[in-house]
T-cell receptor
Framework: GAGVSQSPRYKVAKRGQDVALRCDPI?????LFWYQQALGQGPEFLTY????????KSGLPSDRFFAERPEGSVSTLKIQRTQQEDSAVYLCASSQEWSVVDEQYFGPGTRLTVT | GESVGLHLPTLSVQEGDNSIINCAYSNSASDYFIWYKQESGKGPQFIID?????DKRQGQRVTVLLNKTVKHLSLQIAATQPGDSAVYFCAETFQGAQKLVFGQGTRLTINP
């Protein structure tokens, strides 16, 4: 594909519901990152994959957040028992190589609103 | 027009003027810095980067300046155009890290 795609683009969930957010990185990209962007703020790191291995999940806010990339391509970010503070834009980025200094290409994000 | 780091999140400039967006980074170990542009409803888009062994780097209409002594980064946009309207973020990282750390951002608006 031409770039990183994410789905859905918008998601409204009632408090307590589980949600799953999908990221399709650029084909062949080794690294995949998830970020959370609150309104008016910069993106904040959540987790990082190198192929199928989750090498850093230090940014996940709680154990309600879970991410996977089982075949080293598509990734899913799952949030269980959503809370209002989870409302944010969730951004996915991929890069060709393993190094963080390699250019990251961002998707358009999924805007999650928890009511 | 010029912004002052994270304490002035909005910068308005006249079309055709030069813009200067500032960023104060936090980690003295950071050795790689990136400027991103984010338009409404889109993800951040890479503009220009600089490594810590440089103090200036130029691109097309953009220049990034790095002052490691005071941990300050700036983005200069020449002849600002309406299409430059966006939020601009600086990001920092270092070799061996697995993440980018983003600043709060500055919203640039262009007056016709």
């Amino acid at each position: 594909g031409a770039g990183v795609s994410q789905s859905p683009r918008y998601k409204v969930a009632k408090r307590g519901q589980d949600v799953a957010l999908r990221c399709d990185p650029i084909s062949g990209h080794v690294s995949l990152f998830w970020y959370q962007q609150a309104l008016g703020q910069g993106p904040e790191f959540l987790t990082y994959f190198q192929n199928e291995a989750q090498l850093d999940k230090s940014g996940l806010p709680s154990d309600r957040f879970f991410a996977e990339r089982p075949e080293g391509s598509v990734s899913t970010l799952k949030i269980q028992r959503t809370q209002q503070e989870d409302s944010a834009v969730y951004l996915c980025a991929s890069s060709q190589e393993w190094s963080v200094v390699d250019e990251q290409y961002f998707g358009p994000g999924t805007r999650l609103t928890v009511t | 027009g010029e912004s002052v780091g994270l304490h002035l999140p909005t910068l308005s400039v006249q079309e055709g003027d030069n813009s200067i967006i500032n960023c104060a980074y936090s980690n003295s170990a950071s050795d790689y810095f990136i400027w991103y542009k984010q338009e409404s409803g889109k993800g951040p888009q890479f503009i220009i980067d600089i490594r810590s062994n440089m103090d200036k780097r130029q691109g097309q209409r953009v220049t990034v300046l790095l002052n490691k002594t005071v941990k300050h980064l700036s983005l200069q946009i020449a002849a600002t155009q309406p299409g430059d309207s966006a939020v601009y973020f600086c990001a920092e990282t270092f070799q061996g890290a697995q993440k980018l750390v983003f600043g709060q951002g500055t919203r640039l608006t262009i007056n016709p």
